[in-house]
């Protein structure tokens, strides 16, 4: 298992379109800090919609490394799953479109190994990618911006988190990411699995993480309640709760509180339940599969 997972990395290593993700993020995520960095205040102050009219805001201190990165995740994160697809998407199908599917289903090994291979090396992908993430927007970030507190913008007002209450924060978030975008991961193999061409299943994905978030959004009763429950979108963006704080009895917020603790326990069951549906569903088309290319 441990070769053939080898096998399968290089492979996904070996194409120049892996690599372009991680440049795509970075240019990306630059774009960012040099913006927050000449016009930083400028966008404080829109967030915070006039606030320094009613208390003093010291924007100088809130333009750190720690918003920097909470600003990226809530713009990057979104379209990550794209990238995610890019090479996930190319795992089965890839191999059926060059003719070598045969030759590998042909070794000794069993159809069950060769789709967890390939779902474990886009693991280490995705893994790869969001370090890759995680040291140019809060790493490089911090060194850039310095350190201090995290205004959280919420539905309610505004929460101040202390910082030294935030980095843990950011473990617990880029985890919850890595979750959920193994969902994505597990979409792409599955219509991999389906596929003799490498773009459908990466059209097929986009088009599916398109269509479910829109449904997801949509204030529409019927949708809210019998559909919205259903779609892995609605709990992809979970990710966010780790940054709202509790508050006691006081209504003063406690350090060291998530505020929806289990709404995150449950979108992250819901998470890996959907994983476990659609790699079973993958390993089961594959072992069908009649490979005839």
């Not at 713009?75 to 799953?81: A, E, K, M, Y």
């Not at 995705?126 to 911090?142: D, G, K, M, Q, T």
Request: hydrophobic share 60%; proline share 2%; with cysteine.
């Amino acid at each position: 298992m441990w070769t053939l997972l080898q096998i399968e990395l290089f492979k996904i290593f070996k194409k120049p379109r892996t690599y372009l993700a991680f440049a795509i993020i970075a240019a990306f995520i630059f774009l960012i800090q040099v913006g927050l960095m000449v016009n930083g205040k400028d966008w404080m102050k829109f967030i915070l919609a006039g606030l320094d009219e009613t208390m003093d805001m010291e924007y100088d201190k809130l333009i750190n490394g720690y918003a920097v990165c909470f600003f990226v995740l809530n713009l990057l994160l979104v379209h990550v799953p794209i990238l995610v697809a890019l090479v996930a998407g190319d795992l089965v199908s890839g191999e059926a479109s060059m003719g070598t599917l045969r030759l590998l289903a042909a070794k000794p090994i069993s159809r069950t190994q060769i789709i967890l291979a390939k779902y474990f090396a886009a693991g280490i992908y995705v893994f790869a990618l969001l370090l890759w993430i995680a040291i140019i927007s809060l790493v490089f970030s911090i060194a850039v911006f310095g350190v201090n507190d995290l205004v959280v913008a919420k539905q309610n007002g505004i929460q101040l988190i202390e910082a030294n209450d935030i980095l843990w924060r950011y473990f617990c978030a880029f985890g919850f990411a890595y979750i959920a975008m193994m969902v994505v991961a597990a979409i792409a193999l599955l219509l991999s699995t389906l596929s003799e061409n490498s773009i459908g299943p990466i059209v097929a994905t986009v088009g599916i993480i398109i269509v479910c978030t829109l449904v997801s959004e949509m204030e529409i009763p019927i949708y809210q309640h019998y559909i919205k429950p259903y779609l892995f979108t609605t709990y992809m963006l979970g990710w966010k709760g780790f940054f709202y704080i509790g508050s006691n009895a006081e209504g003063e917020t406690v350090k060291g509180s998530i505020e929806y603790l289990p709404a995150i326990l449950k979108s992250m069951t819901a998470l890996l339940l959907y994983i476990i549906g659609l790699v079973g569903a993958a390993v089961f088309v594959f072992r069908k599969k009649d490979i005839l290319s």
